[in-house]
Structures are given as C-alpha cells and as structure tokens.
C-alpha cells in the first residue's frame, strides 16, 4: 500500500506562484509513474503532469509553460512548481502513482489551490 500526503497547497493572487509536494510511503517502485491531477468545482478529474522515473514528463496543454513536475532520485517525493498561476488553475490538486503491475492507481487526500484576486 503506497500513502502519499500533498502539502504546499494555499491562496495565491493571478500570477503568482506557488509549490506542491508530496511525500510518499517510500515503498514506489522505478516502474511507477509519478503525478499530479486536479479537480476544479464542477469539473472531473484531470491530468495535470506526469513524471517517471528516467525523468520523462508530460503536461496538460494547458499548463504547458506554466507548471514544472521533479521527482527525486530515491523517488520518495513528487514536486510541482506553479508559476504564473490563473484563476482557472484554482481546484483541488491530488498526487498520484500509478503501478504498472498490478495495476493499481494510489491517491493523495487532494490539496486546495485557490488562485483569485
């Protein structure tokens, strides 16, 4: 069972920025790809930026630019560097890791972003 905590989460006015972490169980492995996913009131669930381990990431167009993903060596930690923020950004942000085998997908218990003037 892999337990994963965000932290950093807060209010920030249009164009700021802030940083996300989370802290993992530490039991991932290097198959795992590691993320983050959003939800936005009214909205489903959506990818924000994934990250594996070989440092290979992938954003949502429409963070491209804006948002950084870093994972660390030992993989116990997932970062996300927001800059530029927009109110659009405001939603709850979740970390993810996704194992490959079995196929399981763990979650974080979600940490509010709230982006307005």
């Known amino acids: 069972q892999v337990q994963l905590v965000e932290s950093g989460g807060g209010w920030v006015q249009p164009g700021g920025s802030l940083r996300l972490s989370c802290a993992t169980s530490?039991?991932?492995?290097?198959?795992?790809?590691m993320g983050w996913y959003r939800r936005a009131p009214g909205k489903q669930r959506e990818l924000v930026a994934t990250?594996?381990?070989?440092?290979?990431?992938n954003y949502a167009d429409s963070v491209k630019g804006r948002f950084t993903i870093s994972r660390d060596r030992p993989n116990y930690t997932v970062d996300l560097q927001m800059i530029s923020l927009k109110p659009e950004d405001t939603a709850v942000y979740y970390c993810?890791?996704?194992?490959?085998?079995?196929?399981?997908?763990?979650w974080g218990q979600g940490t509010q972003v709230t982006v307005s003037s």
């Open positions: 530490r039991n991932i492995f290097t198959t795992d790809v």
């Open positions: 993810n890791v996704k194992r490959v085998w079995p196929n399981i997908d763990y």
């Open positions: 990250i594996t381990s070989g440092g290979i990431t």
